[in-house]
């Protein structure tokens, strides 16, 4: 095997020179690694056999030459180190439960003290407590669909790298057996927490460097154009201000607007899960006077809807006596919008219980699709928002 080795090596340096000076593909500073790899681990395996190879009596000879106190001193210390209790030695159940107790940073540096730990602080049941409690307001359906599509992009990325073919071969043909694992594990090594965990879910949010779909209430810094609404945004968090950064989709002609500083209390996951510029199906029949309600509506055909807060009101002969209330049998549902004053032409439109799809116009705006509110929680956040003047 020597033999082959030391002629194997000149062949492949004649072949190298004799070789066109061209561009090299990407994947070529990987195979260059491999030579001195080879003969960084060729000369730590000659001198692990020379060790062996060494007789016992000169092996004893420098074990004897070790001062005694450094010899006791060892023993001791081995001895000492052997005693000790490690967090491992715990019951499963205890181990388990200290785990769980763990904030998100406790469990990152756990995760950092040996490889036992590794595997279980990156546990997806010990995360995802901690995903709820603090991104569930405002991760929803349409966020795990984008971190899918960027975990099936990274995939087929990192599936297509046109070095491996070339490390199969080299690793048939060297009898070394490290050498695949040496290059693979090489690569594992700048990216050592695998992307389809929660806990790095969990941290690509929190560094900013994951940007997800949410909603953001009253956007523009609570421009009043958009008071009471809620419009689909592009968001990501910033840990140094513990807030969001919004980047809006252009609304017609308009540029995309982004705003920065974006509180919690402004965010909302998506409540239905389809695109702004999408007609939201609805049932409206069993809707009645006093129910609150959101409503899709848009500027224009070229802009995207936006979600406006409003209730169910009375027809116009109906003196809201519940006693003799017939509205909600009538095929036309009046949506009141009370942010704004009386005789405003935003304050009210009536739109078909049966045949409704979109109706409205360029100049009153298009109204789209229907959501009942069922949750009080939604209603009050609404009326958190309530702007202190009333919109002409």
Known sequence: ??????????????????????????????????????????????????????????????????????????????????????????????????????????????????????????????????????????????????????????????????????????????????????????????????????????????????????QVYNREHGHVGFMLSCYDAQVCYDFRTDTFHARYPPHGQRNMVEEKGVEWSRLRAPPVDISAHDLHISDLSDLRPGDHVEIQWRRSKQFPYGWWYGVISHLEPCDGNELYCHCHLSDTVVLEFNQYTPGSRWRQTSISRKYHKEEGNETDGFYGGIRKLQSKDEISKWRELWPTDVLE
């Open 1 to 214: 095997m020597l033999f082959f080795l030391m002629s194997f090596f000149p062949f492949v340096l004649l072949l190298s020179k004799s070789l066109p000076l061209q561009a090299l593909p990407p994947w070529a500073g990987e195979v260059r690694l491999l030579s001195v790899l080879f003969w960084k681990e060729l000369l730590s395996s000659l001198l692990h056999l020379f060790e062996k190879c060494r007789p016992l009596g000169a092996r004893k000879i420098a074990a004897s030459t070790m001062p005694p106190k450094k010899r006791c001193a060892h023993r001791v210390e081995y001895v000492e180190e052997s005693e000790e209790m490690s967090v491992l030695d715990l019951p499963e159940l205890v181990l388990e439960s200290i785990l769980e107790k763990l904030s998100p940073t406790g469990l990152s540096s756990m995760a950092a003290v040996c490889s036992s730990l590794r595997e279980r602080c990156r546990s997806d049941h010990l995360w995802e407590k901690h995903m709820k409690e603090k991104w569930g307001r405002v991760i929803g359906h349409s966020a795990c669909r984008e971190r899918k599509l960027h975990l099936d992009s990274s995939k087929h990325s990192l599936g297509g790298f046109a070095g491996s073919h070339w490390i199969e071969l080299l690793s048939c043909v060297w009898p070394i057996s490290w050498l695949k694992d040496r290059i693979e594990s090489g690569n594992k090594s700048k990216n050592p927490l695998p992307d389809d965990t929660l806990m790095s879910w969990y941290q690509s949010i929190e560094s900013g460097k994951f940007w997800f779909p949410a």
